[in-house]
């Protein structure tokens, strides 16, 4: 069984930057997809990056050049650094492990509101 923790949401400014975590309870990292998904409120739930095990990161068009996904697989954890934070990237941000491509496991969120 596959745990996920996000960690790092928060309060900031318009403008501002946060750094979300992803923590897995084992060394997942080098073989499973990573998604990082967004779900604000009244709205469906938007995919924001994807990081394959090999290749190259995708980031959604909302959110390019201002997100970028750095990782540590000693540490198990993923990190989404956010800048240039804007109102509408308020949301409850998930990280998502699939595995084999149908094992799928969901961390349980944080929150991130950009606000003056």
């Known amino acids: 069984q596959v745990q996920l923790v996000e960690s790092g949401g928060g309060l900031v400014q318009p403008g501002g930057s946060l750094r979300l975590s992803c923590a897995a309870s084992g060394s997942i990292f080098g073989f499973a997809v990573i998604n990082w998904y967004r779900q604000a409120p009244e709205k469906q739930r938007e995919l924001v990056v994807v990081?394959?095990?090999?290749?190259?990161?995708r980031y959604a068009d909302s959110v390019k050049g201002r997100f970028t996904i750095f990782r540590d697989n000693a540490k198990n954890t993923q990190y989404l650094q956010m800048n240039s934070l804007k109102p509408e990237d308020t949301a409850v941000y998930y990280c998502?492990?699939?595995?084999?491509?149908?094992?799928?496991?969901w961390g349980q969120g944080t929150q991130v509101t950009v606000s003056s």
């Open positions: 998502n492990a699939l595995l084999e491509g149908r094992y799928e496991y």
């Open positions: 990081v394959p095990p090999g290749g190259s990161i």
